[in-house]
């Protein structure tokens, strides 16, 4: 994987893919499946994220302050949805769901090495936690794997329904 | 267009679509393009919103605490990138545009007929808004047009670049 610069983090979140979210608490790694998420600032990129507090991965963010967020491409879909369905409570989540944990540099919880991208992050706003579970993280270092060409996202419809990515199109914009 | 379940508004956002949103102020009306946005809660439905303060709309929503989140199909694209490209300092965008407001239900700002799904929202949180222009919304009706079937959004990745909603797959989930 090579590093992304910061300036371009929101291009990859801005779409609205289901992405991958990890958590490393008392030398155990966990990732969930996550799909409400926004850009709240261009650079240092700044994304606010929702996740239910009876998520077993809720504890470990509010705990340790870390993330990472692994973008999945539309190939890993049943992986994204078996992880979902299951709970870092019972499983070791990457051994279940096959796949392969990497180290990060700037967190404990670990990169998705079968992800396009990767995002390490830190939260850096707790005040919206008790009210709405809504974390406020900073993105620290990302990285984007060139192995992937053009790779595909999917977007959560409900119920296991995904819209996989079509078409680009471009047009005359004078939004960034 | 009827009205829709409050309890299906979370299939209409989460999947990610550039939306248009409308404010009315001082018996004005505008509109404007946004991609930053994330469900907060399923029923009632609560939405998260980041809008610069440098956008017109910012003012309009921080005074009334009203708006509409109307969801254009792919159709509308240069439509919400012309939105997107001017300000409703400057021109009226309805007419610049060719966009029908209609009068909404419970809030002042105008649905946009245009649109395959409008949001009715009233602002219920604005701790967030100084530090990062975010904004609390819970939608008080929703409603969809029948008249389009099976509708493709558009995905903002960047500077006029769009992905336009592809294949739709069904995996089995126990995730709602």
Redesign the interface.
Known sequence: MRELSLS?V??LL????VVLLTTARKGRSNVM?M???????FEPP?V???ISNANYSFAALRATGECVIAIPS?KL??KV?KI??SSGRDVNKFEACGLTPVAAERVAPPLVADCFANLECRVV?T??VR??N?F?LEVLKAWIDPVHKKP?T???????????????????????
């Open positions: 371009k929101y291009q801005e779409p609205g893919p499946t799909s409400w998420h926004m850009m709240v600032e700044l606010a994220c929702v539309a879909a049943p949805v979902g369905n706003n005040r919206m009210r709405y809504l406020i595909k999917i977007h959560h419809h409900g119920y296991g329904t995904f819209v996989v990515d079509g078409e680009m199109i471009k047009l005359r914009s004078r939004m960034r």
